[in-house]
């Protein structure tokens, strides 16, 4: 089954973004480049919230353009910053919505009328694993459920205080196990956290 992949920049206070939206106090360096190229790499589609999809679709189909400038994103190279877009552009979207009625960004499709079914629909076929990018709310929704399986936070070295949380609302008590951590030259720390699950009552009896 596939693996529901949770994966979000964070300030060292937990916010993925200032108040209004900002996402200037993101940082990277090559390795840390190299860790979300490979991730991109992997994985069969992107869900966004409705939010997040119209953001980043007003700025990544040009972005790869041969007359958009320097490299954008903060990049360390055009060429690193062109197949960050190709990846961006190519892969499936998925996006969390019910009122979205046009989904420009493609190839996209939608998802939320029941939410836990279509996420377990999704998991179930066959492929390569999912990656959940943003926002917050469309997180939150999916822990909220349960079904998120890995949780990737990238936590950068500042303190917001203020700002959009990404543990904000009632969430349930999840437990986690680090499977990774590391450190980049930025000072960006990734933790690569599994969702511990326990057995099924059915599985403990039949020994399996």
Known sequence: MKKLI?????????????PDGDLGWFLSDRDFEDEMLGLLRSVDALLFG?????????????????GAGDAPGG????????????????IPKVVI??????????PASRIGGDLAADLRRLKSEPGRDLVL?????????????????????MLHPVL???????????LPELP??????QTFSSGVVLLRYARVRQPSAAATVSGR
């Not at 917001?160 to 009632?170: D, S």
């Open 6 to 18: 949770l994966s979000m920049m964070l300030s060292a206070d937990g916010h993925t973004a200032r």
């Open 50 to 66: 409705r939010k997040s999809y119209l953001e980043l679709a007003g700025y990544w189909p040009s972005a790869g353009d041969p």
């Open 75 to 90: 990049f360390s190279s055009r060429e690193r910053a062109v197949e960050f877009a190709r990846l961006m552009n190519g």
């Open 97 to 106: 919505t019910t009122t979205l009625a046009r989904l420009d960004w493609g």
């Open 133 to 153: 990018f943003a926002g917050a709310s469309a997180a939150q929704s999916c822990m909220a459920l349960d079904l998120v399986d890995e949780y990737r936070l």
């Open 160 to 170: 917001l205080g203020n700002g959009l949380p990404l543990f904000g609302g009632a």
């Open 176 to 181: 986690l196990q680090l499977i990774a951590a």
